[in-house]
């Protein structure tokens, strides 16, 4: 089993950027393939980045390419969501989920983003 903890959110001006961070416990971090997904208020949750277990893949949502960058650190139990150029559509709930034999099997608890005009 894996656990995931999601922290680095907050309050921040349109444009502006955040780093969010995920931590994982468990000893099989490394085989997984890790992945951020938002919901909005009032919305679905929707994928945003995925990251293999190598960090030698990536992909993301066509409205954060070019913005988003994810990376791991599989020495730390670590995935990050690094966030530039933030609009206020970006303002979420945002999670980390790690991905098991084809299924996003874990979750994180969320952490808040809001982007303000």
């Known amino acids: 089993q894996v656990q995931l903890v999601e922290s680095g959110g907050g309050l921040v001006q349109a444009g502006g950027s955040l780093r969010l961070s995920c931590a994982a416990s468990?000893?099989?971090?490394?085989?997984?393939?890790m992945g951020w997904f938002r919901q909005a208020p009032g919305k679905e949750r929707e994928f945003v980045a995925a990251?293999?277990?190598?960090?030698?893949?990536?992909s993301y949502a066509d409205s954060v390419k070019g913005r988003f960058t994810i990376s791991r650190d599989n020495a730390k139990n670590t995935v990050y969501l690094q966030m530039n150029s933030l609009i206020p559509e970006d303002t979420a709930v945002y999670y980390c989920a790690a991905n098991s034999h084809g299924d996003w099997a874990y979750w994180g608890q969320g952490t808040q983003v809001t982007v303000s005009v």
């Open positions: 468990g000893r099989t971090f490394s085989s997984y393939i």
């Open positions: 990251i293999t277990w190598s960090g030698g893949s990536t």
